[in-house]
């Protein structure tokens, strides 16, 4: 099968996974794969593929947002301990205090007035 013929059945499974409406268009894209690809490529050979792409298009996205932010936050933290911080906080701490200390002053301003 060449990468034409390919991609052509790809989109189709694709665009029925979509119209679908089933989260990811799981069981949809899936299924439509295996029965169009069942002359061209094993049946168990194929749902192996699936749950790699599966693993690929979604996990690793994950991983790699879980990862990010959590290297940013530990970064903070070394370079402010570095710096000798007295108490090394990540800027989103900070931004988190900032906005609870300036919510405390809302709340004390409106009941001078009240």
Not at 38 to 64: D, G
Not at 89 to 100: A, D, F, G, I, V
């Amino acid at each position: 099968m060449g990468v034409l013929a390919f991609s052509a059945l790809f989109l189709l499974a694709q665009v029925a996974g979509l119209l679908s409406h089933v989260p990811g268009g799981v069981v949809v894209f899936d299924t439509l794969m295996v029965l169009l690809m069942k002359s061209a490529v094993p049946v168990e050979q194929m749902m192996a593929t699936l749950l790699r792409y599966r693993l690929v298009y979604y996990l690793m996205p994950f991983v790699v947002g879980a990862a990010l932010p959590a290297a940013y936050e530990a970064r903070a933290r070394v370079v402010g301990a570095a710096n000798g911080s007295p108490r090394a906080s990540s800027p989103l701490q900070q931004n988190r205090r900032k906005s609870t200390r300036a919510l405390g002053e809302r709340r004390t301003v409106r009941q001078d007035h009240s």
